[in-house]
């Protein structure tokens, strides 16, 4: 069973989104990534709630951004999806989840030493030049469970 409901078209948004944030950092980074995504949408919490589809995860615009930089300023973003990036975005939204990304909601590349927290979440690990972090204790059952 999958993690989250999805269709054709999401494969190719989340594959685009996953290619242009973390292409550089590989497949198991392009993984991670994914698996921040279809954490948003599961968790139903903080600055997640409502959110009800991978379009909405993508799109979702927070303090006068998007979100996901690669919205707004990456050009690799509006190109297609590859194959490989589809079948890594399937295996996120079917199964795949593992630390660091396993259960966090964030990530950055600080360009320095990944800081113990971020913006009051607690480090959950890093993964090449992206530092991950999780929801703090208590505040987010829901990507636990999803």
């Not at 951004?65 to 996120?92: D, H, I, M, P, T």
């Not at 259960?103 to 927290?117: G, K, R, S």
């Amino acid at each position: 069973m999958a993690r989250v409901k999805y269709r054709d078209s999401d494969i190719d948004l989340m594959a685009r989104m996953m290619r242009a944030e973390a292409e550089g950092e590989g497949k198991q980074g392009m993984l991670y990534v994914g698996n921040v995504i279809v954490n948003r949408l599961v968790a139903n919490c903080l600055d997640f709630k409502d959110l009800r589809t991978v379009s909405q995860v993508i799109y979702q615009v927070q303090g006068g951004n998007y979100s996901f930089e690669a919205v707004q300023k990456g050009n690799v973003f509006y190109q297609r999806a590859r194959s490989v990036e589809k079948r890594l975005a399937k295996q996120n939204l079917d199964y795949w989840r593992q630390h660091p990304g396993k259960f966090a909601l964030w990530y950055f590349n600080p360009y320095a030493p990944c800081p113990p927290t971020w913006y009051g979440q607690p480090f959950a690990g890093q993964f090449k030049n992206h530092c991950y972090y999780e929801p703090k204790a208590g505040t987010c059952e829901g990507v636990y469970s999803g």
